[in-house]
């Protein structure tokens, strides 16, 4: 496996079978793991094809296994960003990192996806589950990174 990232917050490898493989820790990883994992399962059931798709989740490790959705993404006009994450929301999330570092081009198909939502926030939906974790206050910049 390639090692795609490596911080405090997650550990994410690229396996050669094409999943990816996050493991959360640090600041509040039982609650961004089961968060995270909450949110990927209502995209999946509301049709959303440009997100990670859940195969595996082990509580105990804290470790999502997902599709892979592409290569990171360098460089984005502001209107295509805004565009991408407002689509997002015709699904009933709002990602909440409109970054960047968050989106990704899946050559098969054909289109930007996006990615890590553990502090994403379901819309109208106040019976899913906590709100999201709040990030950890030590760190600095938008959501730590």
Not at 6 to 24: E, M, P, S
Not at 36 to 45: A, C, D, M
Not at 76 to 93: I, M, P, S
Request: hydrophobic fraction near 30%; charge should be neutral; aromatic fraction near 8%.
């Amino acid at each position: 496996m390639n090692e795609a990232k490596n911080t405090a917050r997650a550990l994410v490898r690229l396996g050669y079978d094409g999943r990816v493989h996050k493991t959360f820790r640090g600041h509040q990883a039982k609650e961004r793991f089961e968060h995270e994992l909450r949110v990927l399962k209502y995209l999946q059931k509301m049709g959303c094809t440009f997100v990670p798709r859940v195969l595996e989740s082990d509580p105990e490790k804290l470790q999502l296994v997902t599709t892979n959705c592409g290569q990171r993404v360098e460089r984005l006009t502001e209107d295509k960003l805004r565009q991408l994450f407002a689509e997002l929301e015709q699904y009933g999330v709002r990602h909440e990192d409109p970054y960047t570092r968050n989106v990704t081009y899946n050559a098969q198909l054909g289109r930007f996806c996006l990615i890590d939502f553990e502090f994403s926030t379901i819309l109208d939906q106040p019976d899913l589950g906590p709100p999201p974790p709040e990030p950890d206050p030590a760190e600095h910049g938008p959501r730590g990174w």
